[in-house]
């Protein structure tokens, strides 16, 4: 598994697509960058905590989802 881009010692959590080349990104690291008002919105869940970013980011942040 990939580690993080940011920390490099926990999995990635999600794959931030928007980003070029794509960056991985932790749980904890992807929640700080949601705090900070920063969140990536152009992702690829990897794994379980993908799921639990997509609540992170729903509860957090006040960025709007594009639509088609």
């Known amino acids: 598994m990939t580690d ?3 920390c490099h010692a926990a999995p990635a ?3 931030d697509i928007g ?8 749980l904890g690291c992807a929640t700080d960058l949601v705090r900070a008002g920063d ?19 729903a ?7 594009r639509f088609g």
């Open 19 to 26: 980003a070029r080349p794509p960056r991985p990104w932790c």
């Open 13 to 15: 959590a999600i794959e």
């Open 59 to 65: 509860a957090g942040s006040t960025e709007a989802l």
């Open 4 to 6: 993080c881009v940011n």
């Open 39 to 57: 969140p990536v919105l152009d992702y690829r869940p990897l794994g379980a905590d993908g799921d639990a970013y997509a609540r992170v980011l």
